[in-house]
């Protein structure tokens, strides 16, 4: 079952949508996904939370909206610690989210953002790898040696090469991630990308072009992995 309560530190754990417009966000994902949205801007399927939404503290910054990965941490000071020593940028120390948990945001080294989770309360999201919700976290990145490096050490990861431009993050000895080598051609920045399962990734796409999505990537089979799309949201 996707249901949980409970994650090993080093697991990705929580996503939130980033973005000035929170109402167009709710409406499009709201209609693709059918997720219901409380007053907070948490979504929940099943009566159990998935995602959230949310606006950057800065509200004149010119940041496109994007998802915030967040990977659950047994201590988040210490972790922030350890990955300003490696060169990462702290763009939020660690604060308590009311009786929740604790969280952190950093930028690392190859100027990706990404989230810290110390949990207290919540664990993060209550559902996953169901029809909706989160089952992936993807690293896309034109230095796949500085990435491995940075994260391997901060949340002792180890990895796995998949095929000739593909590695697997492993916490423990289950996979935690991706991490894929874009080609020198691409000029997209580095980012961690999330992946929702999905019943059908054609209906998928189809519907969330009529929401007003754009594709980036149609879908396709993958051997030995699935059926997947790359979607851009409005």
Same mark, same amino acid.
């Given at each position: 079952?996707?249901?949980?309560?409970?994650?090993?530190?080093?697991?990705?754990?929580?996503?939130?949508?980033?973005?000035?417009?929170?109402?167009?966000?709710?409406?499009?994902?709201?209609?693709?996904?059918?997720?219901?949205?409380?007053?907070?801007? *948490?979504?929940?399927?099943?009566?159990?939370?998935?995602?959230?939404?949310?606006?950057?503290?800065?509200?004149?910054?010119?940041?496109?909206?994007?998802?915030?990965?967040?990977?659950?941490?047994?201590?988040?000071?210490?972790?922030?610690?350890?990955?300003?020593?490696?060169?990462?940028?702290?763009?939020?120390?660690?604060?308590?989210?009311?009786?929740?948990?604790?969280?952190?945001?950093?930028?690392?080294?190859?100027?990706?953002?990404?989230?810290?989770?110390?949990?207290?309360?919540?664990?993060?999201?209550?559902?996953?790898?169901?029809?909706?919700?989160?089952?992936?976290?993807?690293?896309?990145?034109?230095?796949?040696?500085?990435?491995?490096?940075?994260?391997?050490?901060?949340?002792?990861?180890?990895?796995?090469?998949?095929?000739?431009?593909?590695?697997?993050?492993?916490?423990?000895? *289950?996979?935690?991630?991706?991490?894929?080598?874009?080609?020198?051609?691409?000029?997209?920045?580095?980012?961690?990308?999330?992946?929702?399962?999905?019943?059908?990734?054609?209906?998928?796409?189809?519907?969330?072009?009529?929401?007003?999505? *754009?594709?980036?990537?149609?879908?396709?089979?993958?051997?030995?992995?699935?059926?997947?799309?790359?979607?851009?949201?409005?």
């Amino acid at each position: 079952m996707g249901f949980r309560d409970s994650y090993p530190p080093g697991t990705f754990c929580w996503i939130q949508h980033m973005t000035h417009d929170r109402q167009a966000t709710r409406d499009y994902y709201g209609a693709l996904f059918d997720w219901a949205f409380d007053e907070t801007g *948490r979504a929940a399927l099943q009566e159990r939370a998935v995602a959230g939404v949310g606006a950057p503290d800065d509200a004149s910054t010119t940041a496109p909206p994007h998802w915030l990965s967040f990977v659950s941490v047994e201590d988040a000071d210490t972790t922030v610690q350890k990955a300003e020593g490696l060169g990462a940028q702290i763009l939020a120390s660690p604060v308590d989210v009311g009786t929740s948990g604790r969280m952190a945001m950093l930028r690392d080294p190859l100027g990706v953002n990404l989230a810290l989770w110390e949990p207290q309360q919540s664990h993060g999201a209550q559902l996953v790898n169901q029809h909706g919700s989160l089952c992936w976290n993807e690293l896309l990145t034109h230095d796949a040696v500085a990435a491995g490096s940075f994260y391997t050490t901060l949340f002792d990861w180890t990895i796995e090469p998949y095929g000739d431009i593909y590695t697997v993050f492993m916490n423990g000895d *289950r996979p935690g991630g991706g991490l894929l080598t874009l080609d020198e051609a691409d000029g997209g920045p580095s980012t961690w990308l999330v992946y929702f399962m999905v019943d059908d990734c054609d209906a998928v796409h189809d519907r969330s072009n009529s929401l007003g999505g *754009r594709v980036q990537m149609p879908p396709d089979d993958w051997p030995e992995i699935g059926r997947g799309a790359v979607l851009i949201d409005p």
